[in-house]
């Protein structure tokens, strides 16, 4: 699954309201055991694009929401 949700990550990249749609998604289908690497994933792939949304959806799910 974690593979899955990169390779959908990659292709959505164009695009930012589904970029962040998709992440949402694969953090409610991704293992919780497998979230710190995904997230490290996302980082070094997404952050000189994405590091807002990265932080905003990484940050909420740190906080519980």
Same mark, same amino acid.
């Given at each position: 699954?974690?593979?899955?949700?990169?390779?959908?990550? =990659?292709?959505?990249?164009?695009?930012? /309201?589904?970029?962040?749609?998709?992440?949402? &998604?694969?953090?409610?289908?991704?293992? +919780?055991?497998?979230?710190?690497?995904?997230? =490290?994933?996302?980082?070094?792939?997404? /952050?000189?694009?994405?590091?807002?949304?990265? &932080?905003?959806?990484?940050?909420?799910? +740190?906080?519980?929401?």
């Amino acid at each position: 699954m974690l593979d899955y949700m990169k390779m959908i990550l =990659t292709k959505v990249s164009f695009n930012k /309201a589904l970029f962040e749609k998709e992440l949402r &998604k694969a953090l409610n289908v991704i293992p +919780s055991i497998e979230v710190p690497d995904f997230r =490290t994933w996302c980082y070094r792939q997404f /952050a000189r694009i994405y590091r807002r949304v990265l &932080k905003r959806v990484f940050g909420e799910l +740190s906080l519980g929401m």
